[in-house]
């Protein structure tokens, strides 16, 4: 799924990935937080942004979009302070109850002294990852590898037969996490729920089954 793909479903409002809640699990997800501070890659708009800021001293996030940036804030009606960091945009809040920052660029060249929130982290990937080809994995996993030395990583994940749809969003099950995060000091199972309406997001999935699992991910 290259930048394009992405920004075409911005562009024309084919967004059917977007999240209209805050997601069940997030209760679950604060009591194993680890850091002060969190990442959130591949954002998008996403709603859960904003209880999960409450939570933490500092919250930095990656989105390609720069439509996506704008409706976060614009949704909910807060004015965001926007700063041109070279290749990327900044969009934060930084004097309200909520310290967030979304830095609107490629994902893939962000270093670690730009999102200035330390090398030890918690992170949240609601669908992130799942929205990546297998040979795009790698990548992504090893940008998180490269900003951050210690993490705690929150990975979502569906889990289908892939020969059933095409993607995005991708299959993951707990062969592949164990590899893409071979590097990990541990791999915990936290929670799995089994989709029956087979809806994920805005969609309906054209599959026999889904599961939605949640991984806590730590090196």
């Known amino acids: 799924m290259e930048a394009d793909f992405w920004q075409d479903k911005w562009v024309n409002n084919l967004i059917g990935f977007h999240q209209t809640d805050y997601h069940p699990w997030l209760d679950l997800i604060a009591k194993h937080k680890n850091n002060a501070h969190l990442f959130v890659p591949l954002c998008g708009k996403s709603l859960d942004m904003w209880p999960l800021a409450q939570r933490y001293d500092k919250l930095a996030a990656a989105e390609l ?88 990583l929150f990975l979502l994940t569906l889990e289908f037969d892939q020969q059933e749809l095409s993607g995005p969003p991708f299959s993951i099950d707990e062969t592949v996490i164990e590899q893409s995060f071979s590097f990990a000091d541990s791999i915990e199972l936290l929670a799995t729920s089994e989709l029956s309406d087979k809806i994920f997001a805005q969609r309906k999935l054209k599959v026999s089954h889904l599961v939605e699992s949640l991984y806590l991910i730590k090196w």
């Open 65 to 152: 979009s720069e439509i996506a940036c704008v409706d976060f804030f614009k949704e909910a009606k807060l004015q965001p302070q926007v700063d041109s960091k070279g290749l990327y945009n900044r969009y934060s809040l930084q004097r309200s109850p909520f310290d967030i920052s979304i830095w609107q660029g490629d994902y893939f060249g962000l270093t670690n002294q730009q999102l200035a929130i330390g090398q030890q982290v918690d992170i949240f990937d609601r669908a992130a990852m799942i929205a990546l080809p297998a040979l795009m994995r790698d990548d992504y996993v090893s940008q998180l590898k490269t900003l951050f030395k210690h993490a705690t």
